[in-house]
Structures are given as C-alpha cells and as structure tokens.
C-alpha cells in the first residue's frame, strides 16, 4: 500500500455530495413508492467517492472502453445508483420515476438491469453472483493487456452465498491485484442480525486466508473512505498481487435517525411524514465545519 494524504476539502465536497444524495434518493424511494433504503443509505459514502473522485469513469460516455468498471452485486440497492446517476446528468428525477417499473416504458427497475441503463455494468439482484462476474471483468482486463480496475461492492448478508467464496478463492490464487471488494458490513440484512442469520466473521481473517489484502474502515467516514481508496496501488494488468478487499463498517439507514440499525428498513416505501422527517435527520446529521 502506499501513503495517501488525505485532502480535507476534497472529503468536505464529497461529505456535501453525500448529503444530497441521500436526500434525492428518499425523494426518489417516496415516489416510487418501494425501495431497499436501509442498504442505499449505508452504501452512499463508498459510491459516491468512487463515482466522484476515484474511479476513471465518464459519465457522458459510460461505456468508455477505458473506464474503471464498477459492479454492485447487491443489486437491490441500485436506486442509490440511479440517484447518482441523475445528478451527473443522465437522466432527470421526473424520468426515472416515469420510467420505473412501467409495463409499456420500462427502464429503471428494483433490480439493475445493464440491458436497460447503460450506466450498469451487472444486471443484479440475485445475490451472489457480482463477485463472481467480476472476477471475470479482471481477468478479462489482464488478457486484453488493459490497466483499469474491476471494483465490486457487496453486502454481508450476500456473503452467505457460496459463490462469493468461491470467487475470493479464484481471486487470489490468480493474484488479481486489479480486483477491489467492497464489504458494505451493515450487520443487518432482511430477516435480522447477519451474526445471528449466518455469522460471517472473523471475516478479515478469512478474506486474508484466501489470498487477499484486508483493511477494515469505518465505512460511513468520507475521510477513511478516500484514504483506503486513495491508498489502493496503480492498476497494472501485468501485476501479480494480491486483490484488496475494504471491509466498510457501516449502519444500515445511515443518515436518517429512525431508520439506522433497524432491519425493518430493509424495504419498502416511505411515507410523506416520514419523508419529511427524514430529510431533515439527513441535514441535521450533515458533518460540521
């Protein structure tokens, strides 16, 4: 790993960027009326750094053959994708919601769908499998001699499935130093604590075991967010090095009071009070000066 300063205006405009997600996103869920904002709300800080600051990417041209490929495996979240997206001029809010899960105008779904947004690299949802395909993405750069980089972001519950085991496995046998893993470790997931459901940890220790480079952050802190990020080596399709895996510890609901560490935000929609009570917990919890 290499030092990273971090630089502290650049956190503060990523902090504010956080904020307004947040709150286009519970707009967003409030007009659609479903979404899975307790899982949205944790990921925010490790979207928006890589989609703002850290990854190569265009957003007038999002399937440049030279960006840096992100896939979220936890394709239940992608709303907090497609909030992104309209704010780096994709689409407008007012079409994402006409478009969404219409029967004849279909484009935005509860599930991503790379057939339809062109912004999405994985059709996902299923959990399980975005690892796996992006294990394929970075081998798929070393063959074709390309140096950017594969991240994946998924969710601790999604690491029951085996699949995901099987590609940290393959990952490090081939020593894909262009593979990044982002664990968004909320500890929750639909049905109650992943500890209880099916405990997971220790899970640095078991990710260094199978071949990778760990470091756990406080996943709801810009300024270690940039710093696991900014700290991540050159992409070189010609290394052979051990891929890196950023634990994210985070809280499900981040942002909004009554909804953090509670499993029942795991989905469904938001009603107009709850909105507006909401939009406010997100402003008051902005990070002082």
């Not at 990273?4 to 956080?18: A, F, I, M, S, T």
């Not at 509860?110 to 912004?119: D, G, I, W």
């Not at 664990?183 to 940890?201: A, H, Y």
Request: hydrophobic letters at 40%; a negative charge; charged letters at 25%.
């Amino acid at each position: 790993m290499y030092d990273y300063n971090v630089d502290v205006g650049k956190v503060r405009e990523l902090e504010d960027k956080c904020v307004k997600i947040r709150k286009d996103l519970l707009n967003f869920i409030y007009r659609i009326g479903m979404g899975h904002l307790g899982g949205e709300l944790s990921c925010v800080e490790a979207c928006v750094a890589l989609y703002y600051e850290y990854m190569n990417y265009d957003a007038k041209d999002p399937k440049w053959d030279g960006r840096d490929r992100f896939v979220l495996s936890k394709g239940h979240c992608s709303e907090t994708l497609y909030t992104i997206y309209q704010d780096m001029g994709m689409y407008t809010m007012d079409y994402m919601v006409e478009h969404f899960e219409s029967l004849d105008s279909y484009v935005f779904g509860m599930h991503s769908n790379r057939l339809k947004v062109p912004a999405i690299e994985v059709s996902a949802g299923s959990l399980g499998h975005g690892l796996p395909i992006a294990l394929g993405m970075a081998l798929g750069a070393r063959m074709q001699k390309k140096n950017w980089r594969t991240y994946v972001l998924v969710g601790d519950g999604e690491l029951n499935e085996g699949t995901n085991w099987e590609a940290f496995m393959a990952a490090g046998h081939h020593q894909l130093g262009n593979l990044v893993c982002i664990v968004d470790k909320n500890g929750l997931q639909m049905t109650g604590l992943t500890s209880k459901v099916m405990n997971i940890d220790p899970l640095d220790e078991k990710l260094r075991a199978f071949g990778w480079d760990v470091v756990s952050i406080d996943g709801n802190d810009m300024a270690e967010v940039c710093t696991a990020l900014g700290n991540l080596p050159p992409a070189d399709f010609e290394a052979r090095r051990k891929p890196v895996a950023i634990i994210a510890n985070t809280v499900k609901g981040k942002g909004v009071d009554f909804m953090e560490g509670v499993a029942t935000w795991h989905g469904g929609g938001i009603a107009k009070e709850q909105l507006d009570e909401a939009l406010a917990s997100v402003e008051k919890n902005r990070r002082a000066e």
